[in-house]
């Protein structure tokens, strides 16, 4: 098992295979897991300048397909359990969600209530493709600015 983990991470090491690990750390930190992908992003786009946009559209795809396999777990959600007691609030943000409809994907960059809003997005069932595109917005934005700015900065 050792050996088996060593080699997992020697071969996601950064810089050797850093689109692949950027692709692989953006895809799950867009799932419910709580994991942050901008480090990676700019780890090796620090690294490998000439990676700067190769970097954010892998990131932004693989969080983009993240996002979308959460949607897929809020409708799967849905469907195992159709009947659910909401409190006021989460009346609320549903109305509120159910009003935007899929450009609030937008916001599925957003820490700590982005994740949860894709799946809920499924939950609901707004339409798959629209949702993919608002959040493949979102994200992409936010890898942009926050690459940028980790560089300026650093």
Known sequence: MDAWLHTVLAWLALPEHGLSTVFVVAFVSATLLPLGSEPAVFG?????????????LVAT????LGGAVTWWMGYGAEKAYERIKHRPSEARALAWLRRFGAPACLLAWLPVVGDPLCAVAGWMRLPFWPCVFYMAIGKFARYLTMTAALLWVF
Do not use: C, D, R, S
């Open 44 to 56: 090796l786009v620090k690294l490998n300048p000439e990676l700067f946009w190769p970097a954010i």
């Open 61 to 64: 795809v693989g969080n983009t």
